[in-house]
């Protein structure tokens, strides 16, 4: 977000009250947003508000953001195993304080340099590692996911014809 919202104010600034209430209630808010989404286009298209063919472009659009919704929580309910993370790390650690009796003999007053080089490589991918096990976060080195929605809000606006809001710029070279 721009650093003052939260994606959860933001996403509420689209929903009604009895709207919010129902997403407290149910278990996977995406797929009521959907719905939500879905409804929203029907009543329009009843109304006359918009022609057929219009509406079966946006609900393509909506089934698409189904299928994107449906990949990104297969990618975040794939957990990386707490084993695997725990191998990398005692790997490492043990790595770091073996191979300066290793290189001793041959790198000589060397080795403290080197291996605090090799140190800071192995533990820089292990947090590395860590930052990239949960990339839907509402983080800086976590996936711009809120600069994303407002590009898919913007591009809906103007389908549309509203005003649109201007696109989320980056702070601090954090585009979030």
């Known amino acids: ?3 003052r919202v939260t994606a959860l104010h933001d996403r509420n600034r689209f929903l009604n009250f009895d709207e919010q ?3 407290l209630k149910c278990k996977n808010n995406a797929n009521t947003i959907l719905l939500f989404m879905s409804k929203i286009l029907g009543k329009a298209h009843s109304a006359g508000k918009i022609d057929t063919y219009s509406m079966i472009h946006v609900q393509k659009i909506i089934d698409s953001m189904c299928f994107m919704q449906t990949a990104a929580e297969r990618i975040q309910n794939t957990s990386l195993p707490l084993a695997y993370s725990l191998l990398v790390y005692r790997t490492s650690i043990l790595y770091v304080l073996l191979v300066p009796f290793a290189i001793a003999p041959t790198i000589g007053w060397w080795t403290p340099l080197f291996t605090a080089i090799v140190a800071y490589t192995f533990f820089g991918l292990d947090e590395l590692a860590k930052e990239i096990q949960e990339p839907f976060r509402d983080r800086p080195m976590c996936l711009a996911l809120s600069a994303m929605c407002r ?7 103007e389908v549309l014809g509203e005003d649109a809001p201007p696109f989320l710029k980056p702070t601090g070279n954090v585009l979030m």
Not at 151 to 157: G, K, P
Request: aromatic content about 0%.
């Open 1 to 3: 977000m721009d650093g």
């Open 21 to 23: 209430k129902k997403l």
């Open 151 to 157: 590009t898919i809000e913007i591009d809906a606006l």
